[in-house]
């Protein structure tokens, strides 16, 4: 199963899927506009998040 990136368009409205792993998404691949926005949250961060990172601390 191939996990995709949604991006919308502020100018036009369009919206495309990029698979991970591709590279950053800077224009719109229709009007070339610079506004657009993830419109889906990214994978599940790895290691329990901000958690893992307080493990290894002294207290």
Same mark, same amino acid.
Do not use: A, N
């Given at each position: 199963?191939?996990?995709? /990136?949604? %991006?919308? &368009?502020?100018? +036009?409205?369009?919206?495309?899927?990029?698979?991970?792993?591709?590279? /950053?998404? %800077?224009? &719109?691949?229709? +009007?070339?506009?610079?506004?657009?926005?993830?419109?889906n949250p990214g994978?599940?961060?790895?290691?329990?998040?901000?958690?893992?990172?307080?493990?290894?601390?002294?207290?």
């Open positions: 199963m191939e996990i995709y /990136r949604e %991006f919308e &368009c502020f100018s +036009c409205g369009y919206k495309w899927r990029v698979p991970f792993g591709t590279g /950053r998404v %800077f224009t &719109c691949p229709k +009007c070339s506009s610079l506004k657009i926005r993830r419109t994978p599940p961060k790895g290691r329990g998040g901000w958690r893992w990172r307080l493990r290894g601390r002294r207290r």
